[in-house]
Structures are given as C-alpha cells and as structure tokens.
C-alpha cells in the first residue's frame, strides 16, 4: 500500500515529483504596500528537512513505526514558519500539537499537560507564558523557532524510507497530530487526527485545480490547517499564506484578494458580516473571488442575502473538529439563495433525529466510522456522535439541508426557567448597532446579556437610548422569562472587547470571567433598588401604600384592586424580580434589612406588599430565600483572585517532609482527637494549631486537658505550635511571622472550629463562623506555593437532611439546592460555608474537600463528647429530670476518635482535581436500635430513670426551669422524638470514604460505651 496516504510520505512524495511547481503564495499586508512571494515545492521540502533535522540536532529522537505518540507542541504565530515546524515535526514521525496563542496560559499548560509534550518549539511573542511553563514543567525542552534550522545541500532521498505493508498499517491508524478545541466552555481538548482520517478529508473536497486559497483561520485552526495540509491534495488549491500581526478582519481579506483574484475563499461569518457592514468596494471585492466558503458558525440570514444578491459565490460549509467536513465545498443548488443550505457528502453516514415538540427540526448524528472515530460516540439512539446541531430540511429541493443552530446553547436561571441563548443573542445582533451579544445569569434569577459595539462613536447614554427599541422587539419575541431589563444589558468598552476564538466567534466561557466584575456590579445595582419613584417620608404610611401602587402599575401596564392576585393580572417571574428591586429602597426606609428575593409570591397583592413593608418581619430569619439573602451578602464585596495557572495533582500538595496542616479549633472534643492522629502520623511534618485566645488557661493545658493521651503533646511539641487567633478578622489575626509559615509551609487547612449552639439563626453565624470560612478561603488562596492549601471542611448531615433525591442515602456530592438543611441556624450556616467554599474552588481553583460529618459521638477511650451538643444535652437534662422518654429513634454514632482516624485517612489519599471540591461523608455503618439504647440509659443511671412517654417527657421539659438544659432545644427534641421508630434523617452514602478509610464504617456502640457517655456528661453538669 503507498505510503503517500500518509501525511508526511505525501508531503515528501508530492513536493519531490515536481519541485519546481508553486506549492504556496504568501503575502505580507501589514506593510502600507503589501507584498507577496512564492515558495515552489522543492523550497518548501528543503526548509522543512532543515527543521527536521533543527529538531533531531535538540535531542528530538525519531520516532519508530507503531511507537507510542511522541508529541512536539508549537506555540507560534500563524505563518510560514509555523508552518515549517510543522513539517519537520512530521518528518520525523513525531506527532505535532498545535496549540494556539489566544489560549489562556492555564489553557496552554492544560494542554502540555494532557498530551504529554516533552519539547516545545516557540517565537519570542508568549515569553510570560513561557516563563509559566518553565516553572511547571522544568524537564521540558523549549527551543526558539528562529535557531532551529540546518543547513542542508539538497533534499535527502531517504528522509522517509519506504515502510513495510505492516509498519504502514500501524502507522495509518496513529496519530498523526494533534489540533484543540477553542475551550468556549473550559479547558480546551485535544482532538488527534489519524492518517486515516486525514486522507478521507483529503478525498472530501471538491476539486478547484490551480486557483489560490485564502483561509481567514490560524494554522492551529483546523480550517486554516486544513488549506494548507489537505487543500492543495484533494482539491488542488495553492495556499495563501497571510503573515500578519493583525486580527484576521473583513478588510483584510479583501486587501489579500486585490492580489488573488478569482481565489476560494475560507472564512468564519464574522469576515463576511464585516464585509457586508463595511464599504460597498468591500462587497465589489468579495464578489470577483470564485467560491467563498464559510463555516465555523452561523452566517445571519440577512447578511447573507445581501452579499448573494451582489453575486457573491457563498458556499456553506459544516463539520466539527470531531468530524472534519461533512458537506460538499461547492454550491448546493443553482440558485444563490439557496446559499444557507448544504448537501451532505455521504448522506449515508449520517442520520436526523426528529426533535420533539418542534417545527420540523431534526438533530444530526453522525454514525461512527468514516467520518467519526468510535471513542466519540455520544448518543445511543441511534449510536454516533451529536453535537447538538439542529437542521431543516428545504421545502422543495430534496438533500438539502439548513443548519438551525446548536440545541442546548442555554443559560439555566435559578428558578428553573431556561434562556435561549442562540435566540437571544441573534435577535439583538440582526440590529447593526450590535456586533457580539452574550448572555449572562447561570444560575441567577434573571439573565442579562453583554453588548459590543460595532464602533466607539457612542456615549454609553446614547447608545442605550439608541438600542432600547431592539432591546424592547426582543422582549416581545422571547419568552418572559428571558427578557431583559435595562440594569442587567451591559455595554462593552472599546479597551475591554469580547475574547474570540481562532474561529472568530466568542469564547463564552473567558468572556464571562473577563467580565465577572461588571456582571456583578449589575446584578447588586439590580438588588439594591437603586433609581425608581421618589420615596416617601420614613413615617408616612399612606405615601408608601401609594409608592406600591405606582410601582406595581407601571410593572403590569394597569391600576389593580389592592387585595387583587398580582399573578391574575399579568405579573410574572421577571416583572417580579423587577417589582422587589423596586421595593427595596422602600423596605430599607422602613427598616428592613433583608428582603427576600421570593417576596412578591409571599406577598401577591398590593395590600399585602404594603403590609410587608410598614411592619417588622424580622422574625422571618431562616429558609431558602433568606439563605440566598445572606449568601449574595457574603459574596457581593468578595472579590476572589483568578485561577492559578499552574496546577499539579493532589499528591504534588504534599512536600517532600510530609504534610503541614493548619489545624483550626485543636482544643474541642474533635480537633484533640484530630491533633492526636495528625502527631501520631510519621507522614505529617508539623501542625500549626489556631484557636480563640482564653486568658484563663495557657493554649498547651487546654490542649493537654482534651486529650485522651496527655503525653502525646510533650513528645511532639517541637512538631506542633499553637497561635492564637480571631475568625472575624482578615488573615485570622495572626501574627506576621505566623502568617509568613503558613503561606510558605501549609499543605492541608482542617477547619473544625465551630459554634455549636442550635438556639442561634443563621444570621447570628455570619459575622463569625461565615465571615470565618471566607477568611481562611483567603489565606488560603494568599499561600506562597505553587497549588494553595487543600481546606478539608468538616460539615454536617444537618446541612443536607432534608434531602428527597431517589437515593436511599444522601450521596456524597455537592449540592446547591438552599432547602437542604434543617431549618435551624446551626445547618443552614454549615450549608452556606460548603457554598462558599464551592465558590472559591470554581473561581479560584482552591482545592477543597467537605467532609459532612453525621453524628459524631463521643471518644471510646474517654467518653469525652462535647456538651453543648443536643445529645449530651438530652442525657443532661434526663438525669435532672429523673425521666427518659419510652421510645426513642434509631441512631448511628461515630466516635471521635474513630472519626479522627477517617479524617487523617482522608488526608493522605485525598489527591482529587483542585477545580473541583471532593465530598466525603463520616457516619457508622451500625445501626443502634432506639429500644438498645433506652436500656443502655436506664442501665447507666443505675436505676435512677424512670420512662415516660414521649408526650409526658415533652411537657416536663416545657414546664421546668432554665436549669433543664433541653428547655432550650424544644423544638429540636421535639423533631427527633417524632422519628420514633426509625431513623431521624436519611443516612449518608460512605462509598467513596470507605475505599480510603477502613475506619468509616465505625463500631458497634454496645453498653459500656453508652455507660461512659452517660457518665462524662452527666459529670459535666456540676463542672
């Protein structure tokens, strides 16, 4: 079989038959009088051998037939000389990976990383980028493009030996190189190409002998790869290569074209919305070009009838990097308005799945095989690979087809509904005032959308007032719950514009996050109530019924009765989110400082939004909209640093001397259980101990004092140091030179210091215990190190127990659903810190684990329990009551001490993807029967208990004094005791925590054990 199907061989062979023919223009436009030279196919061979062996001279080995990859990454500027490089990778059957410029540095060490270069070629135009990659990869090669040449005499005819029919078969299937996707919603992905598949795209094209090709795509692009490795085989173009420093633009292409006449033409839209905007030359120019091919996107419908009424030759082309083209590169049809549609080039190899509850829209899939690689397949009925594209089919030609966009292109709000982004976005861009559109609010009750200008000759007044009709036709297309308001639509500067991908089209994913700040600004501007009606006198109640009514009536277009349902009379989801960011100043004259976000569907009319406002509804302190109050004020003026560009897996966290864990609370009943483990480990290096200053006791007695081994502390101490510190202070209150350690030496921050008081409501918890877990995120994130400190979090069942999914356990995963917790202070405030810690590991990169702890009973050598804790407080208060209720739930307890065990475990294997937090879950296996442990109790008070009933046990707690401790947890006892019979909360899944820890499934708690607890807690009353 000939090795010319292979991509280097047919380089070789191609350019060595006829030398002297043209392989590629190239022109230099930048300069005021572009100019242009040729590069003939011997001169192209011989540069390309140069670099070859420029390479080999590097250490670069030569790849054996059937090796594994040995992959090369180029870092360049798109231009000849990439191009070469390219080329000489090839050639020394190596495997190229090209990597674009416009990545982000964290993109490009993605990328190295993932395909495991060991050497990187590069021009001197991404030295900050490279001086990361340095530090990240210190074994990698770095060789500047512009040393790597040899100077050879002539073409060397055995460069490429002939391979044997067995070699060629390996190398047919291998990868050939490697190209990415854009990374519009992440890291980018390789994506390899095989010989196979090369040679088949080669074979797709239509055939356009002698004329010159001008791509408006990079090299790392596949289109613009593809001109220049594919093109002038299957279709017989001579590539033009565009060496220019600037943007690739409508104006440029048609400066190229002035020298190529009667040239095709490869072009992402945004080149031919530029065109069809610009100058009408511009279209005159456009038009002497043979065959404009477009892909990557969608071309707007007008933009496109425009240019092919001025007989511009548009040819619509689809394929994916997955796929490659899956259309013909000609014409569909005779007719230029047809120029939307495609034919397919196999209509065999592909199928379209009718898309439910839709006007004739099908899906495309692709079948695995000639077009698609089988690891690609994402669909199962019938099995292929979907991208999520959707068609139509044309309503009288036959094999026609238009592409209608991508399905799934949506932003999700936080009440459920979905935007439409696709619609959206090209709703506000067929108005000439906007040249990109993206739509914002994942996650938020309202979405809002960023608009680029296409120029700067607008005032940010002006425009608005300019784009506001089409803002406004939008709305009445679009359905309510995606319409816009004039807060959240968001003008882009002209020194800040969107960030394109090498297609052109915007990269969603770094756009956001440019604009992370301004989106956040708009939506607290939206929530503050700013502007609207002037307010009334602070005392003047009938001024405020009539600022309602003015603001309902101008939401809903009509007067409405005061008691009348909003709801009956047009308000909706937006209109409501709009009528509270009206009521807000109102709210806050009046003295409310928190209004909930659902407060027009607890307060549906007039009469009743008046009531809410004139009157204290303080006592309204817990539940999800008023979670989702204080989260938003937690997060409003936090402002998180970046993603760090350099990563490493969990194990690299570790130092080389063993671990350094900052250990927060040492001294309750968990963290001496937690610092005795973390002593006790050869594999921990130092603990640093902060806990709150106590003037009364020195920190080590204390420590000494909690411990179940008072000694353990004095044969470690030169491991361990204690600092005093303050949750509610930035950087904890620490000390400089305390601060300098913990940035330069912390590996692990175990954050167990936690209020226990269950009387408090989430409110009490934020300035402390929430401002606290925001404080320690940002030392964290201040650390010296390469990846920060890994915050292990111990959590609560309480903060997910009302969780209702199909499982029989709660799973071990992270949740953002605000009604999970119980609805008491304590649960909600543990909920609310997994939700900022979840926000610092996706902005942040801050590596985080969650350990949800159920209920953790006391130590089995001591019986040491926490006291203030609802349990120890139960045997309290029925060794003073003299009476224990008859029947009591079922319960499961983890010791401390065994729950410490687990925790160190999960320390030391816990090497998960810093982007993403990691959940653990610590509750026992064993079940302790409500019955066992009532007889357990009876038999630890020594016969001083006398059962009751639940009801009677009740009362008696309502009616004692505040002596009874259980007076003050009511409603707690109340809640467990109604569980009777079974457990009180779902139990939690331990499958992930149970492949690390053999301690997880805990003990069986018999009598002794119970006997110890009764005992130290009963002890602890007089203490």
Known sequence: MSTSQLLADCFVEHCGKNPDDIFCHIIHPDAPNPTTERKTNGELLRDAFGAAEGFRNFGLSVRRPGDPPSTVAILMRSGYACFIQFLGILLNRCQPVLISPRNSTEGVVHLIRESKTHLVVTDRTQPDVLAVVRIQFPSLTVIDATDNHANIGGLPTDALPPLSNEDFAKEFDSVVYYLHTSGSTGHPKLIPETSRNWKDKVDRLSSYPGRPLVPMAPMFHTMGLGCLNRFPFGAGCIPV???????????????????????????????????????PNQVETLATAHRVIFAGAALSQQVGDKLAAENVKLVSAFGSTETGQLTLSDTASDDPQDWSYVRFLDPEQVYFVPVA????????????????????????????????????????????????????????????????????????????????????????????????????????????????????????????????????????????????????????????????????????KLESGAGGDPLPDVDDDEGALTYVRNLVKGLIGKDVDDDANLFDHGMDSMLAMNCRSGLLSLAKLRGHDMVPRNVIYQHPSVGLLYDFVIHDNSSDDTGPAYMQDILADLERDWKLPPKRAVHTNGLETICDGGLAVLLTGSTGTLGSQVLTRLLESPKVATVYCLNRRNVTNSITERQRKHMDDSTLLDRHITRVSFWDMNLTQPDLGLHQNALEQIRKNVTHVVHCAWEVNFNHTVRRFVGTQLIGVRNIIDLSLSSSRPVPPRVVFLSSIAAVANYQGPEDKIPE??????????????????????????????????????????????????????????????????????????????????????????????????????????????????????????????????????????????????????????RRLLDVYESWLARVGGESHRPLSTEGTCKISKAAEGIPVGNELIAMYWKYSVTAINA
């Open 813 to 966: 995963q992270v949740f953002e659903d605000l009604s999970l917790p119980l609805h008491q202070g304590y649960a909600e405030a543990k909920f609310l810190a997994e939700r900022l810690l979840a926000k610092a590991s996706d902005a942040s990169g801050l590596p985080v684990t969650i350990i949800r702890g159920g209920q953790l009973s006391g130590s089995t050598r001591t019986g040491a329990w926490n006291v203030m804790e609802f349990i120890p407080i139960f045997f309290q208060s029925c060794h003073l009551l003299g009476r224990v209720p008859n029947a009591l739930p079922d319960v499961r307890w983890l010791p401390t001490d065994i729950g410490a065990t687990v925790m160190l475990d999960i320390l030391l294997n816990d090497v998960s993807n810093a982007d993403e937090p990691i959940v653990y879950h610590m509750e026992a296996a064993h079940i302790l029967r409500g019955q066992a442990l009532l007889h357990s109790l009876l038999d630890a008070s020594h016969g001083k208990l006398k059962k009751s009933t639940v009801e009677d046990w009740l009362e008696a707690v309502k009616s004692a004094s505040d002596e009874i401790p259980a």
């Open 357 to 524: 509850q839709s006007d004739n829209l099908y899906q495309l899939v692709v079948r695995p095989g000639r077009f698609v690689a089988p690891h690609y397949v994402n669909y199962t009925n019938p099995v292929g690979f979907c991208s999520g594209d959707i068609w139509k089919r044309h309503p009288t030609k036959a094999g026609l087809w238009k592409h209608m966009g991508r399905r799934g292109a949506v932003t999700v709000l936080s009440n459920g509904e979905k935007t439409d982004n696709l619609q959206l976005e090209s709703l506000l861009t067929e108005s000439p005032l906007v040249k990109y559109a993206i739509v914002f609010g994942e996650g938020r009750f309202q979405n809002g959308v960023i608009i680029q200008p296409p120029t700067s000759s607008w005032t940010h007044d002006e425009f608005m007032g300019s784009l506001w009709p089409t803002v406004e036709h939008v709305n009445s297309v679009v359905p309510k719950h995606s319409r816009l308001v004039k807060d959240l639509v968001l003008i882009a500067p002209t020194w800040k514009p969107f960030i394109l991908s090498d297609k052109a089209t915007v990269r969603r994913h770094e756009t956001l996050n440019q604009y992370e700040a301004e989106i956040e600004d708009a939506y607290a």
């Open 241 to 279: 290569i565009v060496e220019t420093k600037q943007p690739y633009t409508g104006e440029l292409l048609c400066r190229v074209l002035v020298h190529y006449p009667g040239a095709i033409c490869v072009v992402p839209p945004t080149i031919l919305d530029d065109i069809a905007s610009g100058e």
